[in-house]
């Protein structure tokens, strides 16, 4: 059974840069033919995708967060990172790390992690 | 504004049936058969309900079906419980310079 946990802080200030990392067991990252993704949900919102990661290195950002959004994979750890800098409040929002498998379904969610801007 | 338009909320009684649609375009619904939805309880994760736009993962209910007619997805969920109260999200395909588009959720409220 795949899962994916999410770990960074709770708390950044605005135009910092936003850092977590998504953890995952129960398969490999190198494995290839999925997508290793970064999703978030305001508060009292809907989903928002932020990116993706193939275990390549290629990556896909949407182009309203491309400018501020790095997406990274750590084969060797089992891990992938998301990066957002110069955030402002409109950036709080639990963030979650999710597979993506070559049907476009996201078949695995992390937990989600709320992540507060605030100074 | 999101991609795909869903109802904002639907309600039902126990026992009987709803239908959540979800509404997208010749680029993304339209176009593929890779619409999957989702069900979020307070506070969760979202679960995968159905996969490839009628496809139901393993242990998920068959009351839970999924179709698609022209641009337009649909979830129903026959025999309603109270355990289905949760917000539902759609999610397509759309292409490979969009990728995948979210509906804006719809809240289920069992009655």
């Known amino acids: 059974q795949v899962q994916l946990q999410e770990s960074g802080p709770g708390l950044v200030k605005p135009s910092q840069t936003l850092s977590l990392t998504c953890t995952v067991s129960?398969?490999?990252?190198?494995?290839?033919?999925?997508?290793w993704s970064w999703i978030r949900q305001h508060p009292g919102k809907g989903l928002e995708w932020i990116g993706y990661?193939?275990?390549?290195?290629?990556?896909y950002y949407n182009p309203s967060l491309k400018s501020r959004v790095t997406i990274s994979v750590d084969t060797s750890k089992n891990q992938f990172s998301l990066k957002l800098s110069s955030v402002t409040a409109a950036d709080t929002a639990v963030y979650y790390c999710?597979?993506?498998?070559?049907?476009?379904?996201?078949?695995?969610w992390g937990q989600g992690t709320l992540v507060t801007v605030s100074s | 504004q999101s991609a795909l338009t869903q109802p904002a909320s639907v309600s039902g009684s126990p026992g009987q049936s709803i239908t959540i649609s979800c509404t997208g375009t010749?680029?993304?619904?339209?176009?593929?058969?890779?619409v999957s939805w989702y069900q979020q309880h307070p506070g969760k994760a979202p679960k995968l309900m159905i996969y490839?736009?009628?496809k139901r993962p393993s242990g998920v209910s068959n009351r839970f079906s999924g179709s698609k007619s022209g641009n337009t997805a649909s979830l129903t969920i026959s025999g309603l419980q109270a355990e289905d109260e949760a917000d539902y999200y759609c999610?397509?395909?759309?292409?490979?310079?969009?990728?995948?588009?979210f509906g804006g959720g719809t809240k289920l409220t069992v009655l």
């Open positions: 999710a597979r993506v498998n070559g049907s476009s379904t996201i078949d695995y």
């Open positions: 129960g398969g490999s990252i190198s494995s290839g033919g999925y997508y």
């Open positions: 990661i193939y275990y390549s290195g290629s990556t």
């Open positions: 010749s680029s993304d619904v339209g176009s593929y058969n890779l």
């Open positions: 490839e736009g009628s």
């Open positions: 999610c397509s395909y759309a292409g490979s310079s969009t990728l995948w588009v």
